[in-house]
């Protein structure tokens, strides 16, 4: 059993392999926390992680237990106005204006395995997995209100899922001011805060600071979960590391506003909520209706960042991504938007896709301007039928050429979005999100469609269902590249407007789930602007991201590095683009650009049909490497090596393990040129310490306890006696003998 109940202490302690998470029914009749670490002991109760000492500054449950004292205590979800004055998990308006709840336990029930939720994205435990799942259930004593608190555990992974449901089963109409969907209660507060944080061109770069008394947050507005913060969070201890110490691991299964906050009180405990963002939202909870928060998920480990990336890579490809794909080797693609921009006809692409097939490539995809008259970005979102200019004799006929080859055949959407110069806004103006008494605000040209419209969803659904029917696609890349101003809905009412941001994003979970279950065999990708909704409420449909519009190999070490901590490489889409690079001017060799985009999803966005003899060789080349070690890039055990935000971060590296640890490629990233460099040594991560080991095809042996412990030499002379260079790469294939 990996829940265990106590019924006369009212104790519940939930363990998977290596932890345990504890809390009990207190004496007011809600749940207190008691422990979330590493794995001890079932006991009916434990007064001694539950002693309390009276404060005289803090007010008291009653006369007669005056210890019972809400500031001091940690609780489970917590609500504001019966003395616990840190922020609460929830909070409630009754009709009278009152924001007071009194909520007491009430049942609970224990089911086996993990069902999925209704309407949102959401884990899942559809292989048997060992799964439970327990729903502690408390009333409203005042409103009558009933509240779920849903705890999964996914033991082998050492994963907790937690969400709340909101049920008003009286006849008054209440309103949700806040639902997030977790709440951890920690006993100190000496950790770091590490977030991953950056804009669009340079996403996700770690931070790493010590927590202080007070708010630390991240959060966004944006109705995405944006560039500039990711909903994936750690709290570790300041001496912790990627290879040893404690560290708690945070996320959640949502692509709208969220925050992530700990609060740091008098006592020094630390309070963690996770889940949707209380500003720019309210819910109209109607009698007889219920709200179900998005899914949060938290892990914990005392082996150090590497394994707390590791385990939740292991269960979101188990128990969130589409089965489907969840092992399925990802296509070698080339994306024409590098190549082309918007002038293109087909003639044009097949010399393209010719090459690419030349070249062992495996997927063409066609991005922006085949549709509508969209030659450039000020026209036709919403118009999802081809450009005739383009293509005189449709898009079918293209896509027949490249099925020709035996090469698949992607295509670019942006079905959120909408032009004024389209036919779609001359026909349905009131379509566009827009506040009629506030100006528009333009974003790259064009604005956004109101996703809480049933018929604005049937109208993509039947655009985009006849594109994949009639040009048979593979893979669909999803595009967003604008966030919402002026958020207003005229087919809300007045009282309703702040259900409007989260209304949005389950009208776009709408979509996607209509689409992947009609075309199961279509690989989605989503991408906004590159990495603005790199979270796994999209994972969920679709099971790989554009990582960043930035594929500059230099910048791109950062960001995959970074991203690498919350997220696998499996879903991290890594081309190999031109050079000067379209982002950042930079010039870096072939190799290296190869070398980076390797430990992701790779493709190229690139003209080939303009490149040299030799580059042409370089890029089959890298194709075949890469068809070659393909599973072990996309799916091998990650290990971060050399950190680019530690130190002088010249030097970055990591590594990929295949689960049976026969073989590893490991990647040494320099980015400037030391003259004269001291002796280099590379310690290698996962091996076997007891299996010899070959590097690149060497004679030479070497057991893993010699390479992971003494070393292993890299030189920075090269073949040609000269030192090597900036942006140099340099990757170790290891095969066990």
Known sequence: MTINVNEANLVFHLQTDHTSYIFRIMENGEAGQIYYGQKIHVQPNYKNLTSREWRDDNPSLSEEDPNFQPPAIKSEYASLGKGDFRYPAFQVTQENGSRITELTYDHYQLLNGKSRLVDLPSTFDDTNDDAQTLVLSFKDQITGLTLDLNYSIFPHQDIIVKSVKFTNPSSEKLVLNRALSSQLDLPDSNYDLIQFSGTWARERHLYRNQLRPGIQSISSLRTSSSHQQNPFMMLARPQTTDEQGDVFGFNLVYSGNFLDSVEVDQYDTSRILTGINPDEFGWNLAPQTSFQT??????YTTEGMNQLSQQMAD?????????????EDRP???????????????????????????????MFVLDDGWFGHRDDDTTSLGDWFVDKKKFPNGIEHFSQQVHDLGMKFGLWFEPEMISIDSDLYQKH??????????????????????????EVIDYLYNLMSHMIESADLDYIKWDMNRHITEMFSSELTSDQQLEMPHRYILGVYQLYDRLTKA???????????????????????????????????????????GTSYGYPQSMMGAHVSAVPNDQM??????????????????????????????????????VAFYKQYRHLFQFGKFYRIDSPFVGSGNVISWQVVSDDRKQAIAARYQLLNHPNAPYTRFYFKGLDPNQQYQINDDAETYYGDELMNAGYFV??????GKESKDFYSQLFVVKAV
């Open 294 to 299: 998005p899914e949060a998920i938290l892990s």
């Open 315 to 327: 269960f979101y490809s188990q128990h969130l991504v589409n089965p489907r794909f969840t092992h």
């Open 332 to 362: 070698i693609l080339i994306n024409n938007w590098e190549a082309t921009y918007f002038d293109f006809n087909e003639a044009k692409l097949m010399t393209i896709v010719n090459q690419a097939h030349q070249l062992g490539i495996e």
């Open 429 to 454: 103006p009131e379509w566009m999100i827009h506040d009629p008494k506030s100006t528009p605000t333009p974003g790259r040209h064009q604005f956004v469609l109101d996703m809480t419209r049933p």
């Open 519 to 561: 075309y199961p065999n279509v690989l989605f990708e989503s991408c906004a602007s590159g990495g603005g909704r790199f979270d796994l409420g999209l994972m969920y449909y679709a099971p790989q991201a554009w990582t960043s519009d930035d594929t500059d190999a230099a910048e791109r070490m950062l960001i995959q590095f």
């Open 585 to 622: 001017g930079r010039i870096t060799s072939l190799k290296t650009r190869g070398a980076v985009a390797f430990f992701g999803d790779f493709g190229y966005e690139l003209d080939i049909t303009k490149m040299a003899p030799e580059e042409l060789d370089q890029i089959k080349d890298q």
């Open 715 to 720: 030189p920075t002379i090269l073949a040609d």
